[in-house]
């Protein structure tokens, strides 16, 4: 969705939903843009952004090593619990000690994975904003250039409290006409 809010000179770009849990920039064509940067133009800068959100490796990793985690940890628990009843000592088994720590551990792991992915997505799209805002800001008459704005946006409430989300929006901000040079340093 493309909205040109009040400000003349600016046009926020938000990301929509292409799948299940998969976003993207919106490569539809902003109107305000005409003159400024070509269609053409517009939508391979944004294809190259959008390629930051295609990079799932870390997702996949931090998905299979907590998963593991989990799994192991909850058998060794249920492996421990079963041995207790089947045994006549009171004490606590050391398998359960073990699967209860598993399970903190993969716990642990995907909080602070999915945490780390999301600040190194964030700098990855500022990098590639940055980039792509390189072509089009040094272009006579009229410059532009390409942020990139995240906020928390409350989203509603859920089961288990307030729903939060990320929001990812790139502001192009159109500017002035760029003087020459020499009116510059006189």
Known sequence: MIDTSTYS???YVSTIQTGCVTI?????????????????????SIQQINRVFSSN??????????????VIGM??????????VNSRDNQFPPITGAGITLL????????????AM??????????????ESLKYLPRTPISCSWKLETKMNWCGISDDGQYRRLIYRIIID????????KNQQM
């Open 9 to 11: 000179n600016f046009v």
């Open 24 to 44: 993207e920039f919106d490569s539809s064509y902003p109107l305000h843009l005409i003159g400024i940067i070509s269609r053409d133009e517009y939508q391979k």
């Open 57 to 70: 490796r870390m997702t996949f990793l931090v998905c299979i090593i907590s998963g593991f985690c989990l």
């Open 75 to 84: 058998t060794l628990v249920i492996l421990g619990a079963a041995l207790q």
């Open 104 to 115: 903190f551990c993969g716990a642990t792991f995907a909080l602070i994975g999915l945490c």
């Open 118 to 131: 999301q600040y190194r997505r964030t700098k990855q799209l500022q990098q590639a904003i940055a980039k």
């Open 174 to 181: 159109i500017g002035r006409p760029v003087t020459s040079s």
